[in-house]
């Protein structure tokens, strides 16, 4: 994830518009310079993150980076944006709880990588407004692909038809967060599946579904 919203009768989760993309010269520029932005941030952090020794690092000329980026928080912004630039979706492992516990390995995986590159994206959100905005729009667009893992668990039968998806995925995931980036205790393989368990049997219990709407007389 990363962790957006199908209604809580399990539609489907709506797909955030794509910007397109430029190809060619320029998009391999991007690249470049995306990938210099991580290498950067992931061994110096925001503090040592410089305009210019992101362009020494890409091979490109600094001006093309100022014209383009402006500064480290355009930077940080367009590679969040390009994490939105994929076809991720979200394990389908024909249980709730086994889907909550993959996406919970993979969050734990993301955020004990070496160099932390995800954690000090984290961390510059708030530097940057810039990027904590990014941040925001990288966070929707994980939410809305990942409520499918609601939708399905819905249909199976193992959900209320009312559940509200965001809290249930919020309430499974907060764990790692927590533990990892605010506590930063030392990983634990048994987190992933024991948040995913707990926030799947309050699931069913009915503690995120939402109440019936009144009718009419």
Do not use: K
């Amino acid at each position: 994830m990363t962790p957006e919203a199908p209604g809580p009768e399990g539609s489907p989760p709506t797909a955030t518009p794509r910007r397109r993309r430029p190809g060619g010269r320029t998009a391999r520029i991007r690249t470049q310079v995306l990938d210099a932005v991580r290498a950067e941030l992931g061994e110096h952090g925001y503090d040592g993150l410089g305009m210019d020794a992101v362009a020494a690092r890409a091979g490109v000329h600094r001006t093309t980076v100022y014209r383009r980026w402006r500064d480290v928080g355009g930077l940080l912004a367009d590679v969040l944006d390009a994490a939105s630039d994929d076809d991720w979706q979200p394990a389908d492992t024909g249980s709730l709880e086994g889907d909550l516990a993959a996406l919970n390995q993979e969050i734990q995986a993301a955020l004990i990588a070496q160099p932390p590159i995800v954690a000090a994206l984290i961390a510059a959100s708030f530097r940057s407004e810039e990027a904590a905005h990014a941040q925001q729009r990288l966070w929707e667009d994980r939410y809305a692909r990942c409520e499918v893992i609601v939708s399905r668990a819905v249909r199976r039968g193992e959900l209320p038809p009312r559940t509200d998806a965001r809290r249930l995925l919020i309430a499974a995931t907060a764990p790692l967060y927590h533990h990892l980036v605010l506590l930063r205790t030392p990983p634990d393989p048994h987190l992933p599946g024991h948040a995913a368990r707990t926030a799947a049997l309050a699931a069913a219990a009915g503690a995120f579904a939402e109440p019936a709407p009144e009718s009419g007389i």
